[in-house]
């Protein structure tokens, strides 16, 4: 065994008194690949590392009372995008890049199409979406200011122009399109990824998620599992609706939103079988 073997295997063997095997291994990995600035193929390859470990304990540590790895480093890569987060942003997951991929390959009879993403959190989202198609005019909002921040700097540091603001879906001004920077009902695409795991689902989360994640952006009440849903709905945003969906609610969000007037409603189902993304469309 290498040195540098060695550094990645004892990184491994102290975060495995925490973490599952092979969760271990790849957080081990990823701390490595970090702090050295070579790619495990690099390092597998010979690449000698030369870098000081001075802060790597401290890392450690860190990921030992469960705090995300991607708030230590400050950004994730997701869909070949390298994403600022902080913990006034939620992480990335791949179900969301599941909703990114559903909608990039939809045959939208729209050339340049008029997105809006809401409660876009780090715009990872609206961020894609103008990755995959620079034509489209996209737009993201979300209630805190500090995640809008996070987002405009995301779009700067991915090369692609999206606009983004602070507001307030449940506001008088969204409804009435009063004091906005923004004009509400211009959109042909909405999109939302918004808060929609219920209260009672805290006992089963993990730490990592529970105890660092922004609650605002995770939790509805359980009494109202379908607000951000239905709200978003009821404003008829846009012709074309995306939503990623907690799985426990796809029939009564698709019985909503026919309710609403939504036709050609679709559920479709995440790489675990889960209920995940629904879509519907609004005639006239």
Partial sequence: MTN????ISNIQSQLESAYPKDEAKALAWWIVEEETGLSRSQIL???KITKNFAHVQEVIDRLLHFEPIQYIFGHTEWRGLDLKVTPATLIPRPETAELVEKITNYQLPITNCRV???GTGSGCIAIALKKAHPEWQVTGIDISSEA???ARENAKRNGVEVTFHVADIFSDSIEKNHHLPFTIHQYDLVVSNPPY??????????PNVLDFEPHTA???PDADPLKFYRRIAELKLGKYLFFEINEAYP????AM?????YTDILITKDIYGKARIIEGRMVG
């Fill in 116 to 118: 809006l993403d809401v």
């Fill in 218 to 220: 995770l939790f509805v």
């Fill in 45 to 47: 390859s010979g690449c």
């Fill in 148 to 150: 809008i921040e996070v």
């Fill in 257 to 261: 939103l026919a309710d609403l007037g």
């Fill in 251 to 254: 029939a009564e969000v698709s």
């Fill in 4 to 7: 540098d073997q060695w550094q």
């Fill in 197 to 206: 795991i219920c209260e009672h689902e805290k006992e089963g989360m993990r």
